[in-house]
Structures are given as structure tokens and as C-alpha cells.
């Protein structure tokens, strides 16, 4: 894997802030979405406290976000209410944009995220 760029490595110290386990939550998950989106480009919004993930910098090309929370973080999907969801994992009210929770590092892996983290790309290709 490339060297993580100045946006990661700002989330990356940000994360040190959070409580040790969601960090490493936020860390494992970071990785399985650039293992199956490796041309990704990411950018830290630290007003949000979250790293956006996507095809270009910008809104358009948004595709993912993580947020780190108390306990678990969140796996935003751009096109989450538009997306497949079989096995009811994929929440929220919003028009457009839905998320995951992601309370392990083991479900930071899990094939279940990997199936959801597909969809969102199957949708945008």
C-alpha cells in the first residue's frame, strides 16, 4: 500500500483522540475500503472530525465517509438509500446518504462490509 497521504495521516492523528478501540476500528476499516477501492482519494474534514473517501475531491465524486463515534464508527454510503440492503445493515432516513456501523475491528473485515462496501461501487461504475 502507498504511503498515506497528508489528509489520512491528519485523520490518523485525530483518531489518537478517541477512545483507543474506536480508533482501531477506524484504522482496520480504513484499510478494507482502500483494498477494494485502491484508486480512492481521501480528505480529512476535521470540522466533521471525518475522512471523506471517493473518485475526486469533491462532493460529486464523494462515495464514502468515516465517522468515528463514542463506541463504534460510521461507514457513510453516498448512495446508501439507493443500495441493495439484504440483510438490513445499511441505516438511516436520509434522502440519499445511509451508513453502516462498524463496532469491532473483526467487522471492520467482515464480508458482510466488504459486500456493502461493493455495492456502493457497483453503483457508481
Known amino acids: 500500500m502507498s504511503p498515506m497521504s497528508a489528509d489520512a495521516t491528519a485523520f490518523d492523528r485525530h483518531l489518537d483522540a478517541t477512545a483507543a478501540a474506536v480508533a482501531e476500528i477506524a484504522r482496520a476499516l480504513r484499510l478494507t475500503v482502500l483494498d477494494e477501492f485502491p484508486t480512492a482519494i481521501e480528505w480529512f474534514d476535521p470540522g466533521n472530525g471525518l475522512l471523506a ?65 461493493a455495492r456502493q461501487l457497483a453503483y457508481r461504475s
Not at 439507493?82 to 473483526?106: C, F, I, M, W
Not at 467482515?110 to 456493502?116: D, F, R, Y
Open 53 to 117: 473517501i471517493g473518485s475526486t475531491r469533491t462532493m460529486d465524486g464523494l462515495l464514502f465517509a468515516l465517522i468515528p463515534h463514542r463506541s463504534h464508527v460510521n461507514l457513510q454510503l453516498a448512495d446508501g438509500a439507493q443500495l441493495p440492503n439484504p440483510d438490513g445493515r445499511v441505516e438511516g432516513t436520509g434522502k440519499l446518504v445511509r451508513h453502516v456501523k462498524v463496532r469491532s475491528v473483526e467487522d471492520a473485515g467482515a464480508p458482510w462490509l466488504w459486500a456493502v462496501i
